[in-house]
């Protein structure tokens, strides 16, 4: 592994400079996210070293912010795409091959995805149903086709990131080979695809063997294909104490597990590539004593911030641990939970941990929140989505501006 481009394993909340972040924070506000684009590049390069010979896609669901797509882009990594909006969006950015794995696709997408690839856009799409094949049939698509696969198997940190097993996803295993022949007539058919879910971890390995060692298997079954893509879900330590995956350590379980296959290996992480690259700074705004609380003299606080479920949605959803620092001072600990202005019991950041007693004014960053932070912001409470800056070299600018409480209401009819 190349130590200089690929960089080191993880970069942790504590390898930020908070000089750095408190200087965006004076110059762009907050709640701010910080996305290092240098780093997207290592996360890039350590994965194009683990897999030479592999395709690897860029998920690109975990952040499509224009400025980190073309970081990958430029890395050489393919786009996976989940809806029509990325596919607008990873072609917009100039990726060459765009992979589109619709799941339950409504209308519209289809319609939108297939002018693109009218439009001369290179193009595979990947069918999680026969229900969608005969739809794209009918719409007179007969280019790349692969199909998702169900593998029966699946792994994730949290229930609602375990996709592998659930029907929702993909074909039934044994159904494949026949819907993959019965396609062939119509499409060109290139691969076959699955996606386990999110949280592939040193300890987790064994899942992922399972699906690969499936998706091997079938392989072999149907032959004559491009790709064997087995998905994403690359983990991240998001505990401080918890070891970096090691990427060379996946690769070659992969390809132990995918065994002789006459096809290309590809895979599609999303959170592996942004997830360290990524800050969220948030100002304290109120801190109160919690009744009743600390025995051994300490009394715990509760430090409201400006940032919520809203800006950050993965503590909220996934019961998400993120590392959280204070910016501003080191002092005395004490357990701390730091909460957001949103009026719900799930708009927390953390519950009652150790940390630097915070005082109004301080300055916290979030740690690994370059993936999926942004890009399940929402409006709710009619809070304004944040803004987000971009470093890259000594460079800093503004990648989104912050949403305007106007912007909130821009849509509404007859106002
Ligand atoms: C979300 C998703 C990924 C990426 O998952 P990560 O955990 O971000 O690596 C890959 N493939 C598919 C089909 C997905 O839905």
Known sequence: MSETAAGPAIRRLDDWSAADLADLADEYGTPLYVTDLDRVRENAARLLDAFPDADVR???????????????RDAGLGAECASAGEVVRALDA???????????????DLDVVLDRWRAGADLTVVAGARDTIDRLRDRGYDGRLAVRVNPGVGAGHHEKVTTGGHAKFGVPYDRAPELLAGARADFDVVGIHAHAGSGISGDQLDAHRELVARMGDLAREVGDLAFVDVGGGFGVPYHEDEPPLDPDAVADATREALGDVDAELAVEPGRYLVADAGVLLTRVNTVKPV????????????AGVDAGMTTLLRPAMYDAYHAIRNLTAERPERPVTVAGPVCETADLFCEGRTMPTPRRGDLLAIGNAGAYGYEMASTYNSRPRPAEAVREGDEVRLARERETIAGVTDLEVGR
């Open 291 to 302: 009744d009743g609380g600390g025995t051994d003299g300490t009394v715990p606080v509760v």
């Open 58 to 72: 860029y998920a690109v669901k975990a952040h499509t912010g224009r400025a980190v797509l073309e970081a990958v």
């Open 94 to 108: 100039g990726y060459d091959a765009v992979q589109y794995t619709a799941v339950n696709p409504p209308a519209a």
